[in-house]
């Protein structure tokens, strides 16, 4: 074993295995679950991971492949960037980029202390505490003693552990290791259909205010063509954001975030809008800019007419068949980039405490596990269904979708599983079904016995129902939020 090493010379160790070729085997704790993963990589950016000898993802010259939830592969547009995350191997392969960001002008990654000497499954190492000053993390590296590979990384709060159980540098890897002969899909090109909206919003004119105390440039930075909702950056002093959304839909997300010391909202002729700044106007400054901005008649809201078909003619699509995460009794559709910060703003005005959709794009469905997995369907049909009489309990609510990217499966904490729902702007109808939601409660942790199934259609605007109850704990729901 070398003698005692700086933190300088295990960086430099480090930085001398990167850019080598490497495979492994990979075992990572990640929020309380494990796996094992086995990764080939090849320099600079050819990779594949397994699990259980199934391909996660390949990367390679001929393009970028993962698989998908429902266990398909599907192919990553050319321009797609992957910020890996969440237990990836090149976390450890790549760990040198954690001590690179004092390069930037940043604060430095400092260690904590002197390297302690370890072994790792009999390899000689050393350990080294150190913190992120962006995350202020503090994280434990082990390197390899004879060969500088990170070969275990731990915050040191015990959220995520990632450790190397065998690695090899400079094998010899097969080209086709990195190609993927296999059926795939092909994604969407996000970044080409956003142009595209872009483009469409363009062809409208920008509602652009004609007046700024200081004289100002419009850049159009996000919107959507169908609902008339944009956002537009004012290059400015201190820099400043307006942002514009049909007075009947929710605000956008990116409203959420912060980034200006100072936010005006008003509604103006169907319109709701929010300018932010980084310079506070004047009351008279204000009220000329909202005056100079050039009014636009909202589209025809989507409240009036029912969606088209959503299964492109197929009769039933399933999005989503399969046990889902829920916590706190919850899990949601919702159009993407839109939330909602209080559940019962779901169920105002409504009979029915299981489905709540009283807010447009966003749907709330309670279950009786409070914590773990439930069975549960999700489908989009051409028309109204028969009530199937064999669930124990049954809602219905009206839906109503603004945008035009459909409808995403969440779980509690906004993370989507299953397939997209192709739902056009326009109203729809979502029944709810449940069985075994008093055995869910009853159970509250774990794989919960209750199951559920949430079926859309097209459909006019018509209040909520409760079309069948049974269990003890639907009849209190059905009381609770009113």
């Given at each position: 074993m070398s003698d005692d090493p700086t933190w300088h010379d295990l960086r430099g160790r480090n930085y001398a295995s990167a850019g080598r070729r490497i495979t492994g085997t990979m075992r990572a704790t990640v929020g309380g679950s494990e796996f094992t993963e086995r990764f080939w990589y090849a320099p600079p950016g050819c990779w594949r991971t397994e699990r259980d000898g199934t391909p996660c993802i390949v990367y390679g010259p001929a393009g970028q492949f993962h698989r998908t939830p429902d266990?398909?592969?599907e192919r990553q547009p050319d321009n797609s960037y992957t910020m890996w995350g969440g237990g990836h191997p090149s976390q450890l392969t790549e760990a040198f980029r954690m001590w690179e960001i004092g390069q930037t002008g940043e604060p430095p990654v400092e260690p904590d202390g002197a390297p302690r000497a370890v072994s790792v499954r009999g390899r000689d190492a050393w350990q080294v505490r150190i913190r992120d000053p962006r995350l202020g993390n503090t994280i434990d590296v082990t390197f390899d003693d004879a060969t500088g590979v990170v070969v275990a990384l731990e915050l040191a709060e015990g959220s995520?552990?990632?450790?190397?159980?065998?690695?090899?540098?400079?094998?010899?890897?097969?080209?086709?290791?990195?190609?993927?002969?296999?059926?795939?899909?092909?994604?969407?090109?996000?970044?080409?259909?956003?142009?595209?909206?872009?483009?469409?919003?363009?062809?409208?004119?920008?509602?652009?205010?004609?007046?700024?105390?200081?004289?100002?440039?419009?850049?159009?930075?996000?919107?959507?063509?169908?609902?008339?909702?944009?956002?537009?950056?004012l290059a400015v002093n201190g820099g400043a954001q307006l942002t514009r959304w049909p007075a009947a839909a929710k605000a956008p997300q990116e409203l959420d975030y912060g980034g200006y010391p100072h936010e005006v909202r008003w509604e103006d002729r169907g319109w709701k809008?929010?300018?932010?700044?980084?310079?506070?106007?004047?009351?008279?400054?204000?009220?000329?800019?909202?005056?100079?901005?050039?009014?636009?008649?909202?589209?025809?809201?989507?409240k009036a007419h029912p969606g088209p078909d959503p299964t492109g003619g197929q009769g039933a699509l399933v999005a989503f068949d399969d046990r889902i995460n829920v916590a706190y009794g919850q899990f949601y559709l919702a159009e993407p980039g839109t939330s909602s910060e209080d559940m019962a703003d779901g169920f105002v005005g409504q009979r029915n405490g299981l489905c709540g959709t009283a807010e447009p794009g966003v749907a709330w469905f309670v279950t009786g596990l409070h914590t773990g997995t439930v069975a549960l369907t999700v489908e989009a049909v051409a028309d109204e269904p028969p009530v199937d009489a064999s669930w124990e309990e049954i809602v219905e609510a009206p839906l109503?979708?603004?945008?035009?990217?459909?409808?995403?499966?969440?779980?509690?904490?906004?993370?989507?599983?299953?397939?997209?729902?192709?739902?056009?702007?326009?109203?729809?109808?979502?029944?709810?079904?449940?069985?075994?939601?008093?055995?869910?409660?009853?159970?509250?942790?774990?794989?919960?016995?209750?199951?559920?199934?949430?079926?859309?259609?097209?459909?006019?605007?018509?209040?909520?129902?409760?079309?069948?109850?049974?269990?003890q704990n639907a009849a209190y729901w059905h009381t609770a939020w009113n």
């Open positions: 266990g398909g592969m995520m552990r990632l450790e190397l159980l065998d690695f090899e540098l400079d094998p010899q890897i097969p080209d086709e290791t990195f190609a993927w002969t296999g059926p795939y899909t092909e994604r969407p090109d996000e970044w080409l259909l956003r142009r595209e909206q872009l483009q469409r919003i363009a062809e409208r004119g920008l509602p652009a205010p004609t007046y700024w105390p200081t004289g100002f440039r419009v850049d159009l930075s996000g919107g959507d063509p169908d609902t008339g909702t944009l956002t537009m950056d809008w929010c300018l932010r700044s980084g310079h506070e106007l004047t009351d008279e400054e204000l009220s000329r800019v909202k005056e100079l901005i050039p009014h636009q008649e909202p589209s025809t809201p989507a109503t979708v603004v945008g035009s990217d459909g409808l995403e499966v969440q779980e509690w904490g906004g993370d989507v599983v299953g397939d997209r729902i192709p739902l056009p702007a326009g109203t729809y109808r979502v029944r709810y079904c449940a069985a075994g939601i008093d055995a869910g409660h009853e159970t509250d942790s774990g794989d919960g016995p209750d199951r559920y199934r949430v079926t859309i259609w097209p459909a006019a605007p018509a209040p909520d129902a409760v079309v069948r109850q049974t269990s």
